[in-house]
């Protein structure tokens, strides 16, 4: 099986080293750049099956956005991006993965975390499935997809659904369980967790288009004791 191909961008030389040494003590074929004007020929060059971004480069501070922005436009989801950054705000997490990442890793580094995350995304196992992540095409075309769903919480405005895979803000989905079958909504906003590393999607409940579903939700509350803080 060859080996898996990762491109790094970081402007701290010293990080570049560890990745690198990292990615090698694991099996992983690897190269990096420190500076912007380099990225963009290394993927044609070297044809990485993922890049691992940081956000501020040099005096660039959130380049690292444009980047991975660039990249969905030329090349599209053929590529795995992985946002790798000590900037650890919501904010910044969220526009990370609207802008096209697939992850969001926090520095310090940590060995352990980087390669869980790469076995997920650039399955070793398999040269047929090599990437978890679903490419949706833009424009009016339209894809249908099955995935595992869970209901996280619910009230009269919103219900929030934890998901495994990042599903894309504005994007219509349609659920199916008891009370909620064939119902499509709208994912209004998408947040990560860190514990699990899986994803909640927001859905606010139309009062014309939903209304119906309003006395069952109330009924759920009512039995449901809340979720602990």
Same mark, same amino acid.
């Given at each position: 099986?060859?080996?898996?191909?990762?491109?790094?961008?970081?402007?701290?030389?010293?990080?570049?080293?560890?990745?690198?040494?990292?990615?090698?003590?694991?099996?992983?074929?690897?190269?990096?750049? %420190?500076?912007?004007?380099?990225?963009? %020929?290394?993927? @044609?060059?070297?044809?990485?099956?993922?890049?691992?971004?940081?956000?501020?480069?040099?005096?660039?501070?959130?380049?690292?956005?444009?980047?991975?922005?660039?990249?969905?436009?030329?090349?599209?989801?053929?590529? @795995?991006?992985?946002?790798? %950054?000590?900037?650890?705000? =919501?904010?910044?997490?969220?526009?990370?993965? =609207?802008?096209?990442?697939?992850?969001?890793?926090?520095?310090?580094?940590?060995?352990?975390?980087?390669?869980?995350?790469?076995?997920?995304?650039?399955?070793?196992?398999?040269?047929?499935?090599?990437?978890?992540?679903?490419?949706?095409?833009?424009?009016?075309?339209?894809?249908?997809?099955?995935?595992?769903?869970?209901?996280?919480?619910?009230?009269? =405005?919103?219900?929030?659904?934890?998901?495994?895979?990042?599903?894309?803000?504005?994007?219509?989905?349609?659920?199916?369980?008891?009370?909620?079958?064939?119902?499509?909504?709208?994912?209004?906003?998408? %947040?990560?967790?860190?514990?699990?590393?899986?994803?909640?999607?927001?859905?606010?409940?139309?009062?014309?288009?939903?209304?119906?579903?309003?006395?069952?939700?109330?009924?759920?509350?009512?039995?449901?004791?809340?979720?602990? =803080?």
């Amino acid at each position: 099986m060859s080996q898996k191909r990762i491109l790094t961008i970081d402007d701290d030389e010293d990080i570049n080293l560890l990745v690198r040494k990292i990615l090698k003590k694991h099996d992983f074929e690897s190269e990096s750049v %420190s500076k912007i004007e380099d990225f963009f %020929s290394k993927v @044609v060059s070297f044809k990485p099956h993922l890049c691992i971004v940081d956000l501020n480069l040099g005096d660039h501070d959130g380049f690292g956005y444009k980047i991975v922005e660039m990249m969905r436009k030329k090349i599209g989801n053929e590529v @795995v991006i992985i946002v790798m %950054s000590r900037r650890n705000s =919501e904010a910044d997490i969220k526009r990370a993965l =609207e802008a096209g990442a697939n992850d969001y890793i926090q520095k310090p580094i940590d060995e352990n975390i980087i390669i869980a995350k790469l076995n997920v995304f650039l399955d070793k196992e398999d040269d047929e499935v090599q990437f978890p992540f679903y490419a949706v095409p833009t424009g009016d075309s339209e894809c249908y997809f099955k995935i595992p769903l869970n209901i996280y919480s619910m009230n009269e =405005e919103q219900i929030t659904i934890y998901s495994n895979n990042y599903i894309a803000k504005g994007s219509l989905i349609e659920l199916h369980n008891d009370f909620l079958a064939s119902r499509k909504f709208t994912v209004s906003n998408v %947040s990560l967790d860190r514990e699990s590393g899986g994803y909640f999607l927001h859905l606010i409940l139309d009062p014309i288009e939903h209304g119906d579903l309003l006395p069952t939700i109330r009924r759920i509350m009512v039995k449901s004791p809340p979720l602990a =803080e």
